[in-house]
């Protein structure tokens, strides 16, 4: 079992940056696919970029061209740099893993779940 913990958000004016990490303890990230996810408040939990392999990485639509995910093995790490924030991008920021499974496509099926760090984007 993996325990994730997410650190690096904060509060930034409009347009600025910021780079979350995702340390995964108790296994290792070269096991699982991984992801970010991003709730705010009011609305509902939303996929927000995905290693589901290393030829299989997809963001949403709203954050194409300015967030990216990374992650390291070797530090056992996810990141999720992001730039040109917008107040929209303000949530509560998840980092999450679990194993593929194919319906079709290839997914992942999201079982660990970090505790999050908040993303303030103000305008």
């Known amino acids: 079992q993996v325990q994730l913990v997410e650190s690096g958000g904060g509060s930034v004016q409009s347009g600025g940056s910021l780079r979350l990490s995702c340390v995964a303890s108790?296994?290792?990230?070269?096991?699982?696919?991984v992801g970010w996810f991003r709730q705010a408040p009011g609305k509902e939990r939303e996929g927000v970029a995905h290693?589901?392999?290393?030829?299989?990485?997809r963001y949403a639509d709203s954050v194409k061209g300015r967030f990216t995910i990374s992650q390291d093995n070797a530090k056992n790490t996810l990141y999720l740099q992001m730039n040109s924030l917008k107040p929209d991008d303000t949530a509560m920021y998840y980092c999450a893993a679990g194993t593929r499974f194919r319906s079709g496509d290839v997914y992942c099926a999201y079982a660990y779940w970090g505790q999050g760090t908040q993303v303030t984007v103000s305008s």
């Open positions: 290693i589901v392999s290393a030829s299989n990485i």
């Open positions: 108790g296994d290792t990230y070269s096991r699982y696919c």
